[in-house]
Nanobody, 114 residues
Framework: QVQVVESGGGLVQPGGSLRLSCVAS????????LAWYRQAPGKQREVVAQ??????IYADSVKDRFTISRDNAKKTGYLQMNSLKPEDTAVYYC?????????WGQGTQVTVSS
């Protein structure tokens, strides 16, 4: 059974940066699609970035500020977040999915505030 664990969240001032990590168990990481979602209080969960069949896709709200990447040897996905804004405050979730699995992490809180 594939599991993923996120880390790297925290409190950061506007304009700051954070890098989130998502470590996977098992042996499917290299062939899986990877996405980062976020959910702010009172709002629906939304996808912010994904690597889908080799293509990288970003939500308009984070384009040019966030970068998604992966290291298959380490079975780890990343979300580098720069120029953070208060509206980026949310719980961020890693999603790893493939033909026979769809796995979510527990989430990591990102708070952007002065």
């Amino acid at each position: 059974q594939v599991q993923v664990v996120e880390s790297g969240g925290g409190l950061v001032q506007p304009g700051g940066s954070l890098r989130l990590s998502c470590v996977a168990s098992g042996n499917v990481f290299s062939s899986a699609n990877l996405a980062w979602y976020r959910q702010a209080p009172g709002k629906q969960r939304e996808v912010v970035a994904q690597i889908y069949e080799g293509r990288t896709i970003y939500a308009d709200s984070v384009k040019d500020r966030f970068t998604i990447s992966r290291d298959n040897a380490k079975k780890t996905g990343y979300l580098q977040m720069n120029s953070l804004k208060p509206e980026d405050t949310a719980v961020y979730y890693c999603n790893l999915w493939g033909r026979n699995f769809d796995t979510w992490g527990q989430g990591t809180q990102v708070t952007v505030s002065s």
